[in-house]
């Protein structure tokens, strides 16, 4: 029998990618794992790996371009490339109501900058100026939670106390787009990891605690029915985004578990942060469930379409591992939020101050 390969992308991250190399191989099941090299793909050039591990592409945009080329030929993509290019928080927010998840209430807005070229007739279809106080009106006043609808890592997250200081960070968020989110005064706060759609760890987490000291182990953290409405709604999230390595956050108050953040397809795999307990049932899950992805054999698609793309191949299902853990108290990590107007214009104004 041949041997299965498993590949992995990864970027700096140093601990998680060793150790779950030297987990897959050591089992010696006729699956091995190892570091991807690349000098340039061909176009509908047959890929070597039956399983890629993607940890970096949302930043190195030829990993990307290489991925959708695999999945043409069967490769197995964790997290799916085509699903990942298309994501982003705010749908998250939207798709979050659909499923009847609580989610703090959220609106999207016009970017503060726009990528040279943008003009002030590039931009006709946008009201000005802004409704402000419509928005944080609707998202249930201050403080409120101003954040970008893609990227992670708790970069440009601002919480706000007031209009001047929301007009100010406003001002320093250049071309992307953001989101006004209401802000969850959380009793509770926990971080799922998420592997294969089906097992599920929580964690307390506690996002204000110096770095990188922020995951507790705390095994009596969650009430059963707090339990219960993480593992169900975190299985619920990825099912419908069809994430297989992902985090989903959730903010408790008064015994209600709000979806925070789920976007999250590269998340925090480092010892250093995990801790020990965690990071060991990272490496042992995420081997079980690649392992078995290689297995099963490539699942070229069946019809080149757009949605047979999305949906991607997955492990067949399985009763959920849910292994209740913990959830910390916080909210977001507020950056500081500065405080100036705002105005939403072409690329070199600045941001003015609005009534």
Not at 105 to 122: M, Q
Request: aromatic share 12%; charged share 25%.
């Amino acid at each position: 029998m041949s041997v299965k390969k498993i590949g992995i992308l990864v970027g700096r991250e140093w601990s998680w990618p060793p150790a779950f190399i030297e987990e897959v191989n050591r089992r010696n099941v006729g699956v091995r794992a190892e570091f991807i090299k690349l000098g340039g793909t061909r176009m509908a050039e047959l890929c070597d790996y039956d399983v890629i591990v993607d940890r970096i592409s949302h930043e190195i945009p030829y990993y990307r371009t290489f991925l959708k080329t695999a999945a043409l030929s069967g490769t197995r993509i964790v997290n799916n490339p085509f699903w990942w290019s298309a994501d982003d928080k705010f749908f998250g927010a939207s798709l979050a109501t659909a499923l009847g998840i609580p989610h703090p209430r959220t609106v999207a807005l016009p970017s503060h900058s726009y990528i040279e070229g943008v003009v002030e007739e590039s931009l006709r279809n946008l009201q000005y100026p802004i409704p402000w106080k419509d928005h944080v009106d609707y998202v249930g006043g201050f403080p409120v939670i101003l954040k970008p609808a893609w990227g992670g890592g708790f970069k440009k997250v601002y919480k706000v106390h007031s209009y001047e200081e929301l007009w100010r960070a406003y001002n320093e968020t250049g071309i992307e787009c953001m989101m006004l989110q209401e802000y969850i005064a959380w009793e509770k706060y926990v971080r799922c990891i998420v592997i294969g759609r089906r097992h599920i760890m929580t964690i307390k987490f506690d996002a204000n605690a110096p770095w990188p000291h922020r995951y507790f182990r705390d095994d009596n953290y969650l009430t059963p029915d707090e339990g219960r409405q993480v593992v169900e709604g975190a299985l619920k999230l990825n099912q419908a985004l069809g994430y297989d390595m992902n985090t989903v956050e959730f903010a408790i108050r008064d015994g209600v578990a709000y979806a925070i953040d789920f976007t999250n397809p590269a998340p925090d795999f480092d010892v250093n942060s995990l801790t020990p307990y965690y990071f060991d049932w990272v490496v042992r899950t995420m081997a079980d469930f690649t392992i078995e992805l290689a297995l099963q054999g490539r699942a070229k698609p069946e019809e080149f379409a757009w949605h047979r793309l999305l949906n991607g191949p997955m492990a067949p299902a399985a009763a959920p591992v849910a292994a209740p853990e913990a959830v910390p108290n916080s909210d977001p990590p507020a950056t500081e939020a500065p405080a100036a107007p705002k105005r939403r214009t072409t690329r070199k104004k600045k941001a003015t101050e609005e009534a």
